[in-house]
């Protein structure tokens, strides 16, 4: 997916798929080329966002405008610009190891 073609749609119900999503969007009169709801790995389930492409950049924008505070299944949607994703290891919302590591280490040694 382009970047400047490709918004960003949170506040997603937990039960929305990617059909109820194209769905929403074409019903505003909008071509959508492609949508994809994100699902955790490990549950299976909607992380509750998404992501939905355009053809232009000018048909994402009306998306934006005609989307971001929409109300879907009783949640108010939350639609912007899509931003790229920062490489995993910039991430610094896992925390971080240090020189100490983790685990038992030595203290238990004897």
Known sequence: MEEEKKIYIGNLEFGITEDDLKRTIEEKGLSVKEVKVIIDKFT?????FGFAEFETKEEAQQAIDALNGQE??????QVNKARKMRPRNDRRDFGGG???GGGYGSRFRR
């Open 72 to 77: 879907l299944n009783g949640r108010q949607l």
């Open 44 to 48: 299976g389930k909607s992380k509750g």
């Open 98 to 100: 240090g020189g100490q």
